[in-house]
């Protein structure tokens, strides 16, 4: 089984640790730089680099585009060429319906995309945070779009079992509406309330352990995170609007509304996570 991975950061690094580990997986890696090259496969993250596009990929049996959501797709027009017949190729975009509505249109009819997103990660970059136990107990999402081969969608979902991820399979539509909830609003509240700091200068001297907590993921990589909110804007905006009625509504409430509301919303964060860990 022979694996290319294009971009070796955090998430194809950690990707192409797990591959070679559990699959026993010949991995090889695009990088733009020989130090990450060199470090990848010191970490155990791949078997061989290059920096040659064409190299990387054009004995791969599977391609995953590990890189930030705007260059995927012309990574991948320009690396199709170079793919052999039968190619199976995947990427770990953040979002779906650019990646997908670009490359389905355009894709030799010899191989197969099936587009997808392991819901894992951290708010580190680079390929130094790699694990190979990254994706372990993580959804990994799916968004395969007809004509289906259902054969290739299985070769797939093996894969991804063998990571220890859970597969979930849904349309690219419904997969970004999701994670402007999920991971593309919350990453938004967490930037603009650094920036609110702004607002009073004694603000920063009593920062504590809810503002660390939720301000965790302004420290994630700006590059990707450009990507994801310009290629998503318009369902996390419908997102925001819907949290401010929300939150408007709580300060209005009377104190014993107040109260059952902040309880059953605490039991239910208590529910979601607990079933997470059992």
Do not use: C
């Amino acid at each position: 089984m022979r694996v290319s991975i294009i971009g070796v950061g955090l998430m194809g690094g950690s990707l192409g640790m797990a591959l070679r580990k559990r699959l026993k997986a010949f991995v090889k890696g695009h990088v733009r730089r020989e130090e990450t090259g060199m470090k990848a496969v010191e970490l155990g993250a791949l078997d061989e680099w290059s920096l040659s596009l064409e190299e990387s990929v054009k004995n791969a049996d599977y391609v995953f585009f590990a890189t930030p959501v705007k260059s995927i797709i012309n990574i991948f027009k320009e690396a199709q060429p170079f793919l052999k017949k039968g190619t199976l190729v995947s990427d770990l975009g953040s979002t779906k319906r650019s990646i997908v509505r670009e490359i389905t249109p355009v894709l030799r009819d010899d191989l197969a995309f099936i587009g997808g997103h392991p819901m894992t990660g951290s708010e580190k970059s680079g390929i130094e945070h790699a694990r190979a136990d990254l994706y372990e107990g993580a959804t990994y999402i799916l968004t395969p779009v007809p004509p289906y081969d259902r054969g290739r969608i299985d070769e797939l979902i093996e894969i991804i079992k063998s990571l220890g991820a859970n597969p979930f399979i849904i349309d690219p539509e419904k997969h970004d509406l999701l994670v402007a909830l999920v991971s593309h609003l919350p990453y938004l509240i967490s930037v603009s309330l650094v920036k609110l700091l702004d607002e009073d200068p004694e603000a920063e001297k009593v920062v504590a352990g809810n503002f660390r907590d939720l301000t965790r993921p302004a420290s994630s990589d700006p590059t990707m995170w450009k990507d994801i909110l310009r290629d998503n804007r318009d369902f996390i905006k419908g997102k925001l609007f819907k949290l401010y009625e929300i939150m408007v509504k709580v300060l209005e409430m009377k104190e014993e509304d107040l109260y059952q509301f902040l309880s059953s919303i605490k039991n239910r964060r208590d529910s979601i996570f607990l079933t997470r860990l059992s």
